[in-house]
């Protein structure tokens, strides 16, 4: 079925570790999002694209890595990760002609 | 940059009450959106608002725009414990191509 999935659902790593957290879309929508939200907080965003190899800063950027190399994959890495990026992930679409997102399941990251 | 602000935070409701949430922006707006999230689960897109002043209908719950598109509410009527969850507003500006989120209402409905 159509849709948006993002892996893994579930991750606990460690102070310092890199670790990539994978968003894959079958709508070929053109844009996609990342967004973090803590605990009891709303949704802030972290990165977006417009389109393949085109990828631009939101609220939260700093110590987030993306790329954007297919339309479909929108991969989120946190070069070295810290206690206070423990959150729950949320990657979405949108087709771009319309700004309704669609958001995944979401990766509930647990940095130690 | 664009603020998009969200009114009341917290909602406690007896079923059967109605729910009203107010989002308002600093800037005119060219669309808002507005999600549902359920506890534990992930926005879902509920509907979006693109005309000066329109009103949209979804069973119980009523969308409107404001007619300076700088505002925007969602009513519910006669709430049930499905209604649980947080709304958010999203308002999008025309070239932007992404949207900014309010901090969302969070609805609890006594049984």
């Known amino acids: 079925d159509a849709g948006i999935t993002q892996s893994p659902r579930y991750k606990i790593t460690e102070t310092g570790r890199q670790v990539t957290l994978m968003c894959h879309q079958t709508w070929s929508h053109s844009y996609m999002f990342w967004y973090r939200q803590d605990l009891g907080h709303g949704l802030r965003l972290i990165y977006y694209s417009a389109a393949a190899d085109i990828t631009d800063k939101g609220e939260v950027p700093d110590g987030y890595v993306v790329s954007r190399s297919k339309t479909e994959n929108f991969p989120l890495t946190l070069e070295s990760a810290t206690r206070s990026q423990t959150s729950v992930y949320f990657c979405a679409s949108s087709p771009g002609w319309s700004y309704e997102q669609y958001f995944g399941p979401g990766t509930r990251l647990t940095v130690t | 940059g664009q603020q998009v602000m969200q009114i009341p935070q917290y909602q406690h409701v007896q079923e059967g009450e109605d729910f009203t949430t107010y989002c308002n922006s600093s800037t005119t707006l060219s669309n808002i959106q507005w999600y549902k999230q359920r506890p534990g689960g992930h926005p879902v897109f509920l509907i979006q608002?693109?005309?000066?002043?329109e009103v949209k209908k979804q069973k119980r719950l009523t969308f409107q725009f404001g007619e300076a598109k700088k505002n925007s509410s969602l009513h519910i009527t006669a709430t049930q414990t499905t209604d649980v969850g947080t709304y958010f507003c999203?308002?999008?500006?025309?070239?932007?191509?992404?949207?900014?989120f309010g901090d969302g209402t969070t609805l609890t409905v006594k049984p």
């Open positions: 999203a308002g999008g500006v025309v070239g932007a191509g992404k949207s900014t």
């Open positions: 608002l693109v005309k000066s002043g």
